[in-house]
């Protein structure tokens, strides 16, 4: 691999490793967020005798932002769900030709579904003006999740997609001979 290859692989990953720091300490403080907020919707239900009415739509609100964030990290670390059992007997070109197709995949989706489809419902629900029950706040926060963790899983797809367009194919001990 060229000097230059190894330069480019090394910033992206560090520029990976700082968004996915930064991301984990927002997952970590949501879901802080998240413990006290049952932790006080139980306490009030029992101690006081009725729940706070807050407490179940924050909740919620802060599941969503997890879940998606969450998701996020997953893709940065590579941590996703994935059958790769049978990736593994391909020959190393297939199997780099289908890593790049699986990426590709990932990322059309990823477009498509969080920023083209989070953003418009974003949109619709901003434009209705519509507020939530409980909380004081636009309905469209609980759905800007979408689009906001779309636009992270973007960069770490393109991220690895880079990766593994200038990363070459190495054989195993005895892959390759026929």
């Given at each position: ?111 498509l579904i969080f920023l083209v489809g989070g953003g418009e419902l974003v949109r ?17 926060w609980g759905y800007a999740a979408l689009p906001v963790s779309g636009c992270f ?26």
């Amino acid at each position: 691999m060229s000097d230059t290859n190894e330069t480019l692989i090394r910033r992206l990953q560090a520029f990976r490793h700082g968004l996915t720091k930064i991301l984990q300490w927002i997952v970590i403080s949501l879901m802080l967020l998240l413990v006290i907020d049952v932790l006080w919707g139980v306490v009030s239900r029992y101690a006081f005798g009725q729940q706070a009415k807050w407490s179940e739509e924050l909740a919620r609100l802060l599941l969503v932002w997890v879940s998606l964030f969450g998701a996020s990290v997953a893709f940065a670390m590579k941590a996703h769900l994935g059958l790769d059992y049978f990736a593994e007997k391909l020959h190393p070109d297939a199997r780099k030709w289908n890593r790049v197709l699986s990426g590709l995949i990932c990322l059309v989706f990823a477009v498509l579904i969080f920023l083209v489809g989070g953003g418009e419902l974003v949109r619709q629900t901003y434009a209705s003006g519509q507020t939530m029950v409980a909380l004081p706040i636009d309905k469209w926060w609980g759905y800007a999740a979408l689009p906001v963790s779309g636009c992270f899983m973007v960069v770490f797809l393109v991220e690895h997609l880079i990766e593994i367009w200038v990363t070459p194919v190495e054989l195993k001990n005895g892959e390759g001979v026929r």
